[in-house]
T-cell receptor, first 113, second 115 residues
């Protein structure tokens, strides 16, 4: 069965610093991978998705993620954090041909002024 | 209205009450989903409807009863819930439920508290 591990339930960075949110998945075949963001009192919004094209995926708000098959990872990065990036981030995986989208437990990002 | 809307945004109910959650999508999608989001747990997929037909029921207790009268509307009927059912219930929709790269669009959720 698919599973997603997000290391660090809470990450704090200073404004302007690099953001790195980790995601590892378990899958016997390369899956489809997604990052979602959830702002307080809102639903989830898609940041970016990997669909087996380019391994480096660019998303909205300056975020990007790199698919590394050898490491079964899909870490999310942003070069310079903004205060508005404070939110909860969810990594999700779907196996090719499967229906379910499996989510990680989320990482809450705090940006310190 | 645009995107996916959910009503009510907050709901407090007793264990003997019957209530319903409503979801509406204005995106022309054909698939709709119910998820449960509890603190410190991954989002749990509850139900999936594709072209109004239920295609997934992830062993959800019968006290949760979904209804999908058309591709734009999805309901979750609640009765005799337990306190552990308190959570954020999220609705989502996608173009179709193909197991591919379809993006799911989420509503803001209904925060449910069961007393």
């Amino acid at each position: 069965a698919q599973s997603v591990t997000q290391l660090g339930s809470h990450v704090s960075v200073s404004e302007g610093a690099l953001v790195l949110l980790r995601c590892n998945y378990s899958s016997s075949v390369p899956p489809y991978l997604f990052w979602y963001v959830q702002y307080p009192n809102q639903g989830l919004q898609l940041l970016l998705k990997y669909t087996s094209a380019a391994t480096l995926v660019k998303g909205i708000n300056g975020f990007e993620a790199e698919f590394k098959k050898s490491e079964t990872s899909f870490h999310l990065t942003k070069p310079s954090a903004h205060m508005s990036d404070a939110a909860e981030y969810f990594c999700a995986v779907r196996e090719t041909g499967a229906n379910n989208l499996f989510f990680g437990t989320g990482t809450r990002l705090t940006v310190i002024p | 209205e645009t995107g996916v809307t959910q009503t009510p945004r907050h709901l407090v109910m007793g264990m003997t009450n019957k209530k319903s959650l409503k979801c509406e999508q204005h995106l022309g999608h054909n698939a709709m989903y119910w998820y449960k989001q509890s603190a410190k747990k991954p989002l749990e997929l509850m139900f999936v409807y594709n072209f109004k037909e239920q295609t997934e029921n992830n062993s959800v207790p019968s006290r949760f009863s979904p209804e999908c009268p058309n591709s734009s509307h999805l309901f979750l009927h609640l009765h005799t819930l337990q306190p552990e059912d308190s959570a954020l219930y999220l609705c989502a929709s996608s173009q179709e439920e193909t197991g591919g790269t379809d993006t799911q669009y989420f509503g803001p959720g209904t925060r449910l508290t069961v007393l």
